[in-house]
């Protein structure tokens, strides 16, 4: 199997290679105050030789870093099923990560990337939860990691960063300066850059999740006809995809990786088709769900949510999220700041899974949108931060 770099847009190929991050043709019409253009793919050739629970990947197993990422509960919560009135509902909990976020499964593979080539360094923007998930999973791998954050990301996150051992460079503005002094500071010192989106690898490394939930659900399928009794269930044994897929979205790396996975899963004969997946915003930073509605990205608004995590005034990855939610049919839907902390204490008190505000959007997202899913079709709300990483923002929501 041979990988390299793809451009979705042009269909340009590079190496995969330190430096590499964008295609130049289509980088080239970069247009200020807009996504970013000539984002790159990770694709390969040949066959995979793997088993059918592996996951292709381009960095080899033996340089990943020695961190338990990934393979992530599936839950099937009882209680907001019944009162949902959906009996094939699961949340994956992601805030169980080595470092409380999904940005883990990024940085696993950049680190990994990093030790197979021999560099040293990585340097990044963030506005918290890939900070501290570069840092921890930095700090395990033996790298340097130098961050770029906002001063007025939430101090858990900042705390998470300084006691994982990196060094914190706080940036007064928003989470777009950040991204842009990472950039100036990549340029300048030859260091690999994480950036979201503009690295390819953070895509990649998003996807896993795509094929632990086909997995995990074809699993939870042969337990349940085994205590049904309907044998004829367990001599089925392919893989299931979901029906529908709620994710939360800011800068839109995350359902990006979630796409690429289901679209791998399809190339590989696994599943029959790409999931119906649901793009959930913050009403007060939802440029890529004003983009689907309106056909494409306007002028920046200045983003103000609760969720940070998401809040983004340009979302990095938009252009390409864009393009897979048009491809492959799938919806946005937009929640309010009161939403969104309504849907936490739920999730927290309802099923006993305590996530932050920008993971609570994609439940609130499911719950503002069910309308249009049936209940017997199976559905999947990604939560992707632990609520301990924004404490703040969960008094917001109780009065306190």
């Given at each position: 199997?041979?990988?390299?770099?793809?451009?979705?847009?042009?269909?340009?190929?590079?190496?995969?290679?330190?430096?590499?991050?964008?295609?130049?043709?289509?980088?080239?019409?970069?247009?200020?105050?807009?996504?970013?253009?000539?984002?790159?793919?990770?694709?390969?050739?040949?066959?995979?030789?793997?088993?059918?629970?592996?996951?292709?990947?381009?960095?080899?197993?033996?340089?990943?870093?020695?961190?338990?990422?990934?393979?992530?509960?599936?839950?099937?919560?009882?209680?907001?099923?019944?009162?949902?009135?959906?009996?094939?509902?699961?949340?994956?909990?992601?805030?169980?990560?080595?470092?409380?976020?999904?940005?883990?499964?990024?940085?696993?593979?950049?680190?990994?990337?990093?030790?197979?080539?021999?560099?040293?360094?990585?340097?990044?923007?963030?506005?918290?939860?890939?900070?501290?998930?570069?840092?921890?999973?930095?700090?395990?791998?033996?790298?340097?990691?130098?961050?770029?954050?906002?001063?007025?990301?939430?101090?858990?996150?900042?705390?998470?960063?300084?006691?994982?051992?990196?060094?914190?460079?706080?940036?007064?503005?928003?989470?777009?300066?950040?991204?842009?002094?990472?950039?100036?500071?990549?340029?300048?010192?030859?260091?690999?850059?994480?950036?979201?989106?503009?690295?390819?690898?953070?895509?990649?490394?998003?996807?896993?999740?795509?094929?632990?939930?086909?997995?995990?659900?074809?699993?939870?399928?042969?337990?349940?006809?085994?205590?049904?009794?309907?044998?004829?269930?367990?001599?089925?044994?392919?893989?299931?995809?979901?029906?529908?897929?709620?994710?939360?979205?800011?800068?839109?790396?995350?359902?990006?990786?979630?796409?690429?996975?289901?679209?791998d899963l399809?190339?590989?004969?696994?599943?029959?088709?790409v999931p119906?997946?649901?793009?959930?915003?913050?009403?007060?930073?939802?440029?890529?769900?004003?983009?689907?509605?309106?056909?494409?990205?306007?002028?920046?608004?200045?983003?103000?949510?609760?969720?940070?995590?998401?809040?983004?005034?340009?979302?990095?990855?938009?252009?390409?999220?864009?393009?897979?939610?048009?491809?492959?049919?799938?919806?946005?839907?937009?929640?309010?700041?009161?939403?969104?902390?309504?849907?936490?204490?739920?999730?927290?008190?309802?099923?006993?899974?305590?996530?932050e505000p920008?993971?609570?959007?994609?439940?609130?997202?499911?719950?503002?949108?069910?309308?249009?899913?049936?209940?017997?079709?199976?559905?999947?709300?990604?939560?992707?931060?632990?609520?301990?990483?924004?404490?703040?923002?969960?008094?917001?929501?109780?009065?306190?």
């Open positions: 199997m041979r990988w390299f770099y793809k451009c979705p847009g042009c269909g340009a190929e590079y190496e995969i290679e330190p430096g590499r991050y964008l295609c130049d043709a289509c980088a080239a019409r970069q247009r200020p105050d807009r996504p970013l253009e000539g984002v790159l793919e990770c694709a390969w050739e040949g066959s995979f030789a793997g088993s059918p629970d592996d996951i292709p990947l381009p960095v080899a197993k033996e340089h990943l870093p020695p961190l338990p990422v990934g393979d992530t509960p599936l839950w099937e919560p009882h209680r907001l099923r019944a009162e949902t009135g959906y009996p094939r509902l699961f949340l994956k909990d992601d805030t169980c990560e080595p470092t409380g976020s999904f940005k883990d499964r990024a940085s696993y593979l950049v680190a990994g990337f990093a030790k197979e080539r021999g560099i040293t360094e990585i340097a990044l923007a963030s506005t918290g939860n890939a900070a501290s998930s570069m840092s921890g999973i930095g700090a395990a791998a033996g790298l340097k990691i130098t961050v770029f954050l906002p001063k007025k990301a939430p101090v858990a996150k900042r705390v998470q960063v300084l006691q994982y051992g990196a060094e914190l460079r706080e940036v007064d503005g928003t989470y777009d300066v950040a991204f842009d002094q990472s950039l100036a500071y990549s340029r300048e010192t030859g260091v690999l850059s994480r950036n979201t989106a503009y690295n390819p690898l953070t895509i990649e490394g998003k996807k896993t999740v795509s094929f632990e939930l086909v997995r995990d659900l074809a699993r939870a399928r042969e337990h349940e006809a085994k205590r049904s009794g309907h044998l004829a269930e367990l001599a089925k044994k392919d893989y299931v995809a979901p029906d529908h897929v709620f994710v939360p979205v800011g800068d839109g790396v995350i359902i990006a990786g979630v796409y690429k996975g289901f679209e399809v190339r590989l004969g696994r599943i029959q088709k119906t997946i649901w793009a959930c915003q913050a009403e007060g930073s939802s440029a890529i769900a004003r983009a689907l509605a309106a056909g494409d990205f306007g002028e920046p608004v200045p983003s103000d949510t609760v969720a940070d995590s998401i809040s983004v005034d340009v979302p990095r990855n938009g252009a390409h999220a864009l393009a897979k939610l048009k491809a492959h049919g799938g919806k946005a839907v937009v929640v309010t700041d009161a939403e969104i902390l309504a849907a936490q204490k739920e999730l927290a008190a309802k099923a006993g899974l305590f996530a920008s993971s609570s959007a994609a439940w609130a997202g499911f719950v503002k949108a069910k309308a249009g899913v049936r209940p017997d079709e199976t559905v999947v709300v990604m939560l992707t931060g632990s609520g301990l990483k924004d404490v703040a923002g969960a008094m917001k929501g109780l009065g306190l």
